[in-house]
């Protein structure tokens, strides 16, 4: 069998896109998931995303992790699907969508897709360490040597020591400025580092207003695979009109022998 597929990347987190509204995709094969992901042996990718019907939004999105397993809401991923409708003539200049974590609306700007992400009201502040959610569970932590660091060495020990077997995605942050950050993901499912993780910035730019270190609700984030920025309003804790902004561009489309 012949599966067509499209490449599309956000600031370097990659992903293969396929366009299952006929529903002909077998979304428990998680063999064949990690395959397509595969770097040596398939397409190669963090993620794999199906595009889908929904009964009353535009779309629906159901994400994979390399690994083969679906996951929780992935940002970036979120941003690169929205590409792919326009790709698709599904949509012009806007879509809502739903997502794993409930439904989604973004705003198409040339090249720049900016996505609005679910409230966060829960963040745990433990010492040197913030945990939150923003559609994937996050862990931020600043560090001095985030140039040097071994992110897959260090955010492995984390991931799995401190969260378990369910794990979480580890955030490493150096602040640049008032409005500026630079963050290192690793993230669970890809067991790596990737060159950026949408969730992850959007947790980053939260923690850091949550504890002081900016007093800004509009972020930048810097990332191995680019720029990103997050905006918010607050309110009484609540953080709430989070949005999610940056490039979405399609890579290539194929076809592979599955």
Known sequence: MKLTFSKFQGTG??????????????KDDTKLISFLCDRNFGIGADGLILLENDPILDFKMVYFNADGNESSMCGNGGRCLVAFAKHLNMIESSAQFNAVDGPHTAIISGEHISLQM??????????????????????????????????????????YGMYGKKGSNINFVAQNSETNFFVRTYERGVEDETLSCGTGVTAVAIAMHKTNKTQAKKIQIKTLGGDLEISFDVFDGRYTNVFLTGPAAFVFKGEIDV
Do not use: C, W, Y
Not at 13 to 26: E, G, L, W
Not at 140 to 149: A, G, H, P, R, T
């Open 118 to 159: 679910k409230d966060v009201v829960d963040i745990q502040l433990k010492p040197n360490v913030v945990f939150l959610d923003t559609g994937s569970p996050h862990h931020v932590q600043l560090v001095d040597n985030i140039n040097s660091l071994e992110v897959k060495v260090e955010g492995a020990k984390l991931r």
């Open 13 to 26: 987190n990659d992903f293969v896109m396929i366009d299952n509204r006929q529903s002909f995709f077998n």
